[in-house]
């Protein structure tokens, strides 16, 4: 079903709500084209280090795979890089929830887009934690 939806000042012909994209690193490709064909909603990016990217990352370490914060360089765990993958996204988690918590207005930028990651669709990503706090769906299920 189409309907007509204002964004940012400007109005789209969309027909779903928001969902994540993947952004990719090829000659040509355009993420707003992409994002228009799936929904008719325009994307914002939400990698790293623009201002909505995730603060933790999983690397590899001596003792295996471990999860950083941008902010601190901390090391926060360690394990087989599967579930320190969950971790980074259960760590982005109560960072955004806390948060939104001290500034409510703080996703409205985020309001209306398609968030584009590098991440892959279905793959754990912080931009469904965005999806999921801002309009209570997404793909990591219950925060």
């Known amino acids: 079903m189409k309907q007509h939806e204002t964004i ?10 928001p969902v ?4 990719k690193r090829v000659a040509g490709y ?3 084209a992409e994002s228009m064909a799936i929904n008719g909603r325009p994307a ?24 950083c914060s941008t902010e601190d360089k901390e090391l926060y765990g360690q394990g087989n890089k599967a579930d320190m993958l969950g971790y980074c996204l259960f760590l982005f988690g109560d960072h955004a929830r806390m948060r939104l918590s001290k500034d409510p207005a703080w996703l ?3 309001r209306g887009y398609n968030l584009a990651c590098f991440c892959g669709v279905g ?3 912080h931009r469904d934690v965005y999806l ?9 299920g219950e925060l």
């Open 8 to 17: 940012n000042g400007k109005t789209y012909t969309v027909t779903s709500p």
């Open 20 to 23: 994540g994209i993947q952004r």
């Open 30 to 32: 355009d993420m707003q």
């Open 44 to 67: 914002k990016s939400v990698c790293r280090p623009h201002k909505w990217g995730n603060i933790y990352y999983v690397k590899e370490t001596a003792a295996g795979w471990g999860v």
């Open 108 to 110: 409205e930028p985020l």
């Open 123 to 125: 793959e754990p990503c």
């Open 132 to 140: 999921e706090l801002l309009y209570g769906f997404g793909e990591v």
